[in-house]
């Protein structure tokens, strides 16, 4: 079975500071790789998901992933955080089957 | 574009009543999910369809059951509420297939908040 780990449950950065979510997963063949992001009282809304055709993938609202198949990790980063930025984010996995693994979660604070 | 629709939004239950979480998606997709979010554990999954009339159990299956209407429909029953059941839940759907649709992310409604006394 697939695992998803989320390093840090509670991130915070300043505004305009470089943001950066942490996901590794296990997984003997690279899988499907997605970044979720969820505001309050809302569901999960896509971020960016990995495609094989480049490492770095490019989502909305300035945020990218790059997929590094040696060390097993799926990291987001915004070079520059909004306030608008606060949230909860979720990496995700799926395998060629059906089903969908999901990490704990990392929530984003930003100081203004 | 309603994407995925769920009903109620909010909903208080005593212990041991029943009730059923609709889900319905507007995407002519073939899988469906249904999630359990509680604090710190993230989502997990309680049952899924992989296409009309099939389902699968998830990780957390106990104390639900699930129907697969029709392709748009995905409906989730607790039978006897328990306090434990207290949680947010989420429909998703995916077109989610071998190959090149293999990528294909999952894409989910607004939630049921569920609070059992």
């Known amino acids: 079975a697939q695992s998803v780990t989320q390093l840090g449950s509670h991130v915070s950065v300043s505004e305009g500071a470089l943001v950066l979510l942490r996901c590794n997963y296990s997984?003997?063949?690279?899988?499907?790789l997605f970044w979720y992001v969820q505001y309050p009282n809302q569901g999960l809304q896509l971020l960016l998901k990995y495609t094989s055709a480049a490492t770095l993938v490019k989502g909305i609202n300035g945020f990218e992933a790059e997929f590094k198949k040696s060390e097993t990790s799926f990291h987001l980063t915004k070079p520059s955080a909004h306030m608008s930025d606060a949230a909860e984010y979720f990496c995700a996995v799926k395998n060629t089957g059906n089903q969908f693994y999901f990490g704990t979660g990392t929530s984003l604070t930003v100081i203004p | 574009n309603a994407g995925v629709t769920q009903t109620p939004k909010f909903q208080v239950l005593k212990t041991g009543q029943s009730m059923t979480l609709q889900c319905a998606q507007d995407m002519n997709h073939n899988s469906m999910y249904w999630y359990r979010q509680d604090p710190g554990m993230g989502l997990r999954l309680i049952y899924y369809s992989a296409s009309e009339g099939t389902t699968d159990k998830g990780e957390v299956p106990n104390g639900y059951n699930v129907s697969r209407l029709n392709k748009r429909e995905f409906s989730l029953r607790l039978e006897s509420a328990a306090p434990s059941q207290t949680s947010v839940y989420f429909c998703?759907?995916?077109?989610?297939?071998?190959?090149?649709?293999?990528?294909?992310?999952?894409?989910f409604g607004d939630g049921t908040r569920l609070s059992i006394l």
């Open positions: 998703a759907s995916s077109e989610s297939r071998e190959g090149h649709l293999g990528n294909q992310p999952q894409h």
């Open positions: 997984s003997s063949v690279p899988p499907y």
